[in-house]
T-cell receptor, first 111, second 118 residues
Framework: AQSVAQPEDQVNVAEGNPLTVKCTYS??????LFWYVQYPNRGLQFLLK??????LVKGSYGFEAEFNKSQTSFHLKKPSALVSDSALYFC?????????FGKGTKLSVIP | NAGVTQTPKFRVLKTGQSMTLLCAQD?????MYWYRQDPGMGLRLIHY???????AKGEVPDGYNVSRLKKQNFLLGLESAAPSQTSVYFC?????????????????FGPGTRLLVL
């Protein structure tokens, strides 16, 4: 069975500062990892994914994620946070047809 | 291009009532999925379909049925609603993988249906 953990329920960061949202995974075989963002009362929007190759994955809205196989982590990062980045972020692992999601991390960017 | 749409946006049911949630996609995707989102639990897969006329169970299928009569539509049915089915329901779709292992394709989500069962 695969699992995804997001150890922080909430992350607060000042506008303009770098942000990190943490994710660790437990999967058998090669992991396929995703980050999604959910704005209030909206569906999930795809940010980026890691399938294979370069450990640093670049995605939408200036986000990037670093895949670390030895630490089984896939942390989401952005060099300079915007107030508009405030949302709920989900990490997910894919196996066959099923996405397994973490519980989500609420990101608040403080002006 | 509307992407993935869901009907209705919000519904209140009494225990024992039935209803059908409709998902439609205009991206010609082969695969479609139904998830439920509960506070503090992320999203969990209810049922999925890999093509017209085929469906399969996900992680939490009990109390739900699905049908995929047309490629662009995926219906989720609750035959006898229970308060435990109060949740936000999301539909998603993805392309068919043409080569290599499954699981690499991105899923695209609808805006959700909020269901309250009293």
């Amino acid at each position: 069975a695969q699992s995804v953990a997001q150890p922080e329920d909430q992350v607060n960061v000042a506008e303009g500062n770098p942000l990190t949202v943490k994710c660790t995974y437990s999967v058998s075989g090669n992991p396929y990892l995703f980050w999604y963002v959910q704005y209030p009362n909206r569906g999930l929007q795809f940010l980026l994914k890691y399938i294979t190759g370069d450990n640093l994955v670049k995605g939408s809205y200036g986000f990037e994620a670093e895949f670390n196989k030895s630490q089984t982590s896939f942390h989401l990062k952005k060099p300079s946070a915007l107030v508009s980045d405030s949302a709920l972020y989900f990490c997910a692992a894919s196996r066959s047809y099923q996405l397994t999601f973490g519980k989500g991390t609420k990101l608040s960017v403080i002006p | 291009n509307a992407g993935v749409t869901q009907t209705p946006k919000f519904r209140v049911l009494k225990t024992g009532q039935s209803m059908t949630l409709l998902c439609a996609q205009d991206m010609n995707h082969e695969y479609m999925y139904w998830y439920r989102q509960d506070p503090g639990m992320g999203l969990r897969l209810i049922h999925y379909s890999v093509g017209e006329g085929t469906t399969a169970k996900g992680e939490v299928p009990d109390g739900y049925n699905v049908s995929r009569l047309k490629k662009q539509n995926f219906l989720l049915g609750l035959e006898s609603a229970a308060p435990s089915q109060t949740s936000v329901y999301f539909c998603a779709s993805s392309k068919r993988r043409t080569g290599g292992p499954l699981g690499q394709e991105t899923q695209y989500f609808g805006p959700g249906t909020r269901l309250l069962v009293l």
